[in-house]
């Protein structure tokens, strides 16, 4: 019976410190960074409600503070047929990439399919 209980861990663990979550508050211009992926994403679901409708959920998976790509958004979009599907989205990413905002945040967009 004592072989399906765990053991206390052995070893060197009283010269060892507590492991400890050390975060750092972000500075005025990683916060600046995160904002403008945040206004980025609040618009390309208006250009997404615009283009498909509606929008039944958004998520930004990732954030960078800089770089080529600043973020990962998933749009939950109607799904009618899979051609009307792609012409929205070639419309969704025209219309993106002339927008001034998107245009200086750029992100990479997953759009996921949602039942009528």
Known sequence: MSAFLPQPARGQAADRDFPRLQQRP???VEQRARWEVRAAQWRAR???ESVFGRVASTALLGIRPSGTLRGLLQLEVPFD?????RARER???AAAHSD???AQVPLV????PKAP
């Open 26 to 28: 972000f500075s005025p």
């Open 46 to 48: 208006e250009i997404a």
């Open 81 to 85: 047929d899979l051609d009307a599907h």
């Open 91 to 93: 419309r969704f990413l």
């Open 100 to 102: 001034p905002i998107l």
């Open 109 to 112: 967009y997953a759009f996921a």
